[in-house]
Structure formats: C-alpha cells, structure tokens
Nanobody, 115 residues
C-alpha cells in the first residue's frame, strides 16, 4: 500500500520560511506527478505546486517567486521551499502523488503564519 508522509510544517512569523517534505513508501517505481495542495480556514482546497517525474513544475499564481518545488525520484520524495510567508499562506498542506492515474494523498501538515 502506497503511503505519503509529510513533514516540516509549523508556526512561522510573517516573512519567514519553511520547507515541507513528503516521502512515499510502499512503492518500487517512481511516482508520476507529485505536488502540494492546501486548504486554508474557510477556503476550498487549492493546488499550490506540482512537479512531474521529468522535473516540469507548475505553480499557483499566488506563490510564484516565493515557493520552490523539487523532488528526488530515487527516494520518491517531494519538497517545497516556502519563502516570504504571509498570513494568507496559513493552511493545511497536503502532499499528493499520482500512482499511475490514481492520486494518493498524505495526511496533511499544518502551516501557520502569525506573529
């Protein structure tokens, strides 16, 4: 059974940085597209960033220039460096990975930006 486990969330002050990680287990081949969604208080879940196995990236307009997604295919791990965080980035961040055409989700990690 494929599982995704996120880490790296927490409380950070406005203007600060965090790095999220998401590691997949239970799979022997490289996962296709991996990425991050987030859901803020009272908001719908939205795509933050994604990266293909070949390294092609896609970002939400709201995070372009501030967030950087990367991955290690050998480890089936995806990372997201988040800089210049603001209160609007407060959300639960969910990692996902497409195993074939089937999306697998992590349990989520809380990111809170507050002074």
């Amino acid at each position: 059974q494929v599982q995704l486990v996120e880490s790296g969330g927490g409380l950070v002050q406005p203007g600060g940085s965090l790095r999220l990680s998401c590691a997949a287990s239970g799979i022997r081949f490289s996962i296709n597209t991996m990425g991050w969604y987030r859901q803020g208080p009272g908001k719908e879940r939205e795509l933050v960033a994604s990266i293909t196995r070949g390294g092609t990236t896609n970002y939400a307009d709201s995070v372009k220039g501030r967030f950087t997604i990367s991955r290690d295919n050998a480890k089936n791990t995806v990372y997201m460096q988040m800089n210049s965080l603001g209160p609007e980035d407060t959300a639960v961040y969910y990692c996902y990975g497409n195993v074939g055409s089937i999306p697998v989700w992590g349990q989520g990690t809380q990111v809170t930006v507050s002074s």
